[in-house]
Structure formats: C-alpha cells, structure tokens
C-alpha cells in the first residue's frame, strides 16, 4: 500500500481521492465524475496502476498486451481514451478457464488491455466513494484488508460475543448472475449520479464475450472494475443485516453498545453479525431458533432484492459446538475452555489434499532437476502456505501431521541428490522464518523450508480507522515522499516531453522519487527544471525505457556525459568540478554510450 500511496503522489491525486471519500461520507451528490475520469493525471495513474500487474502481459482478444502500449507517447494514450470514450464500445472480452479445487473449471473474462486502463480509470475515481459507503465488516477486495482480518472478527465474535452459531449461506453463481438493472441502481443510490460515467459502466457490464454474445448478467471475472462492482452489490445485504441489530437506531440513552444489545435482546429483534470476504459471508448468532430466522430472511432478500439465489444443497445453519464450519480455508469450531468457549481454528481438509498434492510436484521437480531455482521455487511455496495458515489456532499440530504424512515421500526422492541435517550457516531468510535445530535436506546450496515448521500467530482485527483516504489513515500506513522531493516530482508530472513515451514518462518520475530527487552521479538534490533523464544504454544501441535503465542527472553532467568535442568537454569539467570518483561514473555512462573515456 506504501507504494501505491506513493504513486498517488506522483501524479498529485492524493487530494482528489481525499475530496471524493470526505464528500461521500457526507453525502453529497457527485454528477460530475467524468471530467475527473478522464484527467491526464488520472489516466496516467491508471496505466502505472496496470503495467504494475502481472496480467499485463496476458493479451486479450485484439493480442495486445502492455509492451504495445508503452511505447507509445503520453499524448497518444491519453488522446486514445479520450476519444475511445465519447463512444465506448468495448472489444470483445477473451475467455479463459482456470481449474477450481472441486475439479470444475471458473470462466475468467479478459479484457483487451486498453479497455483495462479505461476501468482502472473508473476504478479509482469511485473506489473513494464506494469506500465510505461500504460497511466495516466486509474484507474482500478493500485497501488494506484481508482473509486475515475477516478470520479475526468471526474468532472475536465467537471468542468475546459468545456466538456460537452460524449461518453459511452460498450464493449461487454470484460473479455470473448479478442483475445489471439492479447495480446500476445501487451505484446511484450511492450518490455517483454521472450518468455518461453510469452509461459507459452499463457497455462496461454488455462486453461481449468471445464465443459467448453478449452477457444479460454478471460482472466477468477478471476484470478490473468487477471486485469494486461486486462489493457494491453485496453492500446492501450488509448494511439491511446491519441495521437490524448491530447497527439498530435507538434512542440516545441507549447509544452505547453493551447497553443497546442489552435491551434490544428484550425485542423481537433477530441477534446477528454479518461478516463478508467477496461473496462469501457468514452470520453469527447466539442460538439455533434465531440463525434459522435469519437463514431464510436472507435467501428472501437475495431473491427479492438482489434477483439471487442460494445454493440449497451449500447454504446451512451450523451448531459451532458440535461441527465446524468452513470459511477461507480456514475451519471454525467453538470448543470449551475454563467457563466459555472459545474459537479453535484449522485447515479445511480439501485444502490439505491440494497443499500435499503441490508439496509433491514440487519435490518431483527437484528429484528431477536438483537446481537452485527449483529449490527456491519449494521454499517459496512452504513460506506462502506458512504465512497464510500461521493465523489458524491448530497450524503446528495441522503442518506436523502433513510433515509425518510426507516424511517418507521426501527422503525417497531426495535420497542420493541432498545432503540431510543441521542447517550449517545457513542465511538470513532461514534463521529469521525457521529454526536450525531441526534436520532439514540442502539442495545445491539451499536448505529446504520444513513443511511443518510453523507456530501460531496472533490474529488481530482490523483498525477501522486505517484507510488510504484520509489523511489520518495514511499516517498510520507510511510516511509521505518528503516534501521538496514531491513538489518537484508535481512540477516533472506536469511537464510532458512529446517526443518520449509513456512508460519512459512514467519511469522518470519513479527514478527521481527513487533517488530523493538526487543526482546519480554528483548526489546534489534537483530541481524539476534541473532534471534531466538519462539512458544508460542508448535507445539506438538497443536500449529501452525501462526502470533500470534510467539515470537521474544534473542537465549539465548529462551534457558531458554525451559532450564529444573537447571544448566542450574541458568547460564542462572547469564548471562542474567533479571529484576523481564522480568522474568514474561519468566515464561508466560514456562507455555504455561508445564514447570516448574522459580525464
């Protein structure tokens, strides 16, 4: 998140994004989106934002991928979306199909890339707004939270609440099935009443897919738009589950919680918590007659409000004390401990067949071609699976019986390639994450990670006061570019150079905010109209406009580094009084450039 609340600041749209969640949160009315949408500053974000991703390079229906894009000029992009935009017609979305767990396949729509840029344009103009509209509870696809978090709560909700039962309710085909109409509706009911931006969001939804025809339901799953689409569906259900109870108007003697629930428990109310990561979600209620209730006023909902349905066979009501219930991978039983009960937390089993069978894939790579990559590829594996089940309460006993279970599987493969024992000076990545007392195997130089290596750790719940768009918020995620530095990268932002491209335009700014503004060679501070861009091997000897091949200069030590006529030269050297090792880096820059070495 630091690094994105830093390109915000590279393109001065931090204020902007602030403006829009200050406003939604007191409800304004915004009918003047497009302008913004389509701002130089906005759209230039929008492509950094994309070429960061590492679906870039997956082409859509017309082959393109990023590298098409970025090499053209920051004038023609901008001038393409623009004009692109006066008459949206998106191309054609490409099909995909990724395997699922349960051995059926999931349909992932891809978008042709210019008509990625355009939604991450949309995306960030009304992220800001959906985002002071969405309730606190929901996890899935928002700044800063996670599958961690979303754990966190139905653990405090069971731990502290005393909750024990649950409603799981799965909704069927969810990404394919959301009704247009009904979105459409539910983003002007949160004050975005552009209606150019909310027509444009329509053709968005009536892509045609490849092969398909053109959709009557669903966001595509894939694109950028469609997880922000998808939460505002979902937020009415959370807000209407909401206002029920936890968030149920009472009078202000009754304004604090402990006391509100007290009497509201005197009610007819229905007790119940909803908490949400994407489609999937979970009520937490006190007993079996209330969970019941709320199991049917939600399919009720869903059905009539949403235009949803549940999967019967999927959706249940489930006793905590006696079974656990499924949720992220995660498993949740209600178990007793001193004079309450108190949430225990596992590893679902599907998911521990799946996590053996990739264990041994990749130790058959390994037998088959005992390389540092391979090894490395392992490792990265276990520390992935390490870091995402560490928050379950039984992740030790749940990693010890899958290390026991592929004991023997490991040292028949890797009997005659490793060597089995002690981590010996080992690095610092393996003594930080795991221990030295235990024999693991070394492949080339590699000692491998040990699946059942891991403890428990702390899951704490989400601060509510932690968001990127406020300035308190951000205070608490990271430090901002300091102050000179971000003033001069406005002033660069501001001044295009026509003739260069935009992945060069981009990177420019990267590179100063990089090197605090300093001179790569003198290490003097710069000001934007002493700033000049350096390649360091030359476009015309086969160089490109890469992050890395970049230099930050001082105007006139780029003039020496590519000066040729020694007139030039010696002046040059006379004026800038370069030490003996700031002249070493110039002759480095020369060489790559084929020019003669300086004195």
């Not at 949160?25 to 929008?46: G, H, M, P, Q, T």
Request: glycine letters at 6%; one cysteine or more; a positive charge.
């Amino acid at each position: 998140m630091q690094t994105t609340l830093r390109t915000w600041e590279y393109y001065n749209l931090t204020d902007t994004f602030t403006k829009l969640h200050e406003d939604a949160k007191n409800e304004c009315i915004f009918n003047n989106l497009y302008d913004l949408i389509v701002s130089r500053e906005n759209i230039l974000l929008a492509y950094r934002t994309i070429k960061s991703n590492t679906g870039s390079k997956t082409a859509g229906t017309d082959g393109r991928t990023i590298n098409d894009i970025k090499i053209k000029s920051e004038l023609e992009i901008i001038s393409l979306i623009k004009l692109k935009l006066e008459n949206y017609r998106p191309k054609k979305v490409r099909r995909v199909f990724i395997p699922k767990p349960n051995g059926k396949e999931r349909p992932l729509g891809i978008p042709c890339i210019i008509d990625r840029i355009i939604q991450q344009c949309f995306r960030q103009i009304l992220e800001p707004i959906a985002e002071a509209k969405f309730y606190k509870h929901s996890y899935g696809f928002r700044p800063l939270r996670s599958t961690h978090h979303t754990l966190a709560r139905v653990q405090h909700l069971v731990n502290i609440c005393g909750l024990n039962y649950v409603v799981d309710i799965d909704i069927k085909g969810f990404f394919d099935n959301i009704n247009h109409t009904v979105l459409l509706k539910q983003i002007w009911n949160l004050g975005i009443q552009d209606r150019k931006v909310l027509r444009i969001i329509g053709k968005m939804l009536k892509a045609e897919i490849d092969g398909e025809g053109i959709p009557s339901r669903g966001t595509p799953q894939g694109g950028i738009i469609s997880p922000l689409l998808s939460n505002i569906v979902l937020n009415d259900l959370d807000h209407w589950i909401a206002g029920q109870w936890e968030n149920f108007e009472t009078r202000k003697i009754y304004s604090q919680n402990q006391v509100k629930y007290k009497v509201l428990k005197r009610t007819n109310l229905k007790e119940g918590f909803i908490v949400r990561y994407a489609d999937d979600f979970k009520i937490l209620c006190r007993d079996s007659r209330t969970a019941f209730k709320w199991y049917h006023a939600v399919r009720l909902y869903l059905k009539e409000r949403l235009k949803l349905d549940i999967s019967l066979e999927k959706s249940k009501v489930v006793n905590l004390r006696k079974k656990h219930s499924e949720f992220l991978g995660f498993t949740i039983k209600a178990v007793s401990k001193k004079n309450k009960r108190v949430a225990n937390t596992g590893i679902v089993t599907k998911k521990k067949l799946q996590l053996k069978e990739k264990y041994k894939e990749l130790i058959k790579q390994i037998q088959k071609s005992p390389t540092v990559e391979n090894a490395r590829a392992f490792n990265s594996f276990i520390m992935g699976i390490h870091n995402y089940f560490q928050k379950a309460t039984h992740v030790a006993i749940e990693f010890s019986r899958l290390s026991f279970e592929l004991m023997y599987f490991t040292k028949n493969r890797l009997k005659g390639i490793s060597k089995y024992g002690y981590p010996i000076n080992a690095p610092p990545t393996f003594k930080k994450y795991y221990s030295t007392t235990r024999k693991t195997f070394c492949i080339n130089g590699i000692y491998l990670f040990q699946i059942g290596d891991v403890r428990t750790s702390n899951n704490m719940n989400f601060s509510q006061s932690i968001t990127p768009f406020t300035k308190e918020g951000r205070l608490t995620i990271g430090t901002k570019i300091k102050g000179d530095v971000q003033a001069e990268l406005t002033k660069l932002m501001k001044s295009p150079i026509s003739d260069k491209s935009i992945e060069y335009m981009d990177n420019r700014l990267s590179r100063y905010s990089m090197k605090i503004g300093k001179c790569e060679v003198t290490g003097a501070f710069l000001y934007a109209n002493e700033v000049h861009c350096h390649h360091k091997l030359p476009l015309s000897l086969g160089g490109n406009d890469n992050f890395n091949n970049l230099c930050i200069l001082h105007k006139d030590i780029h003039k020496l580094v590519h000066a040729t006529q020694n007139e030039t030269i010696i002046t040059l050297k006379k004026m800038l009084r370069l030490s003996s090792s700031e002249i070493e880096k110039v002759n480095k820059l020369r060489k790559m450039s084929n020019l003669e070495l300086i004195d």
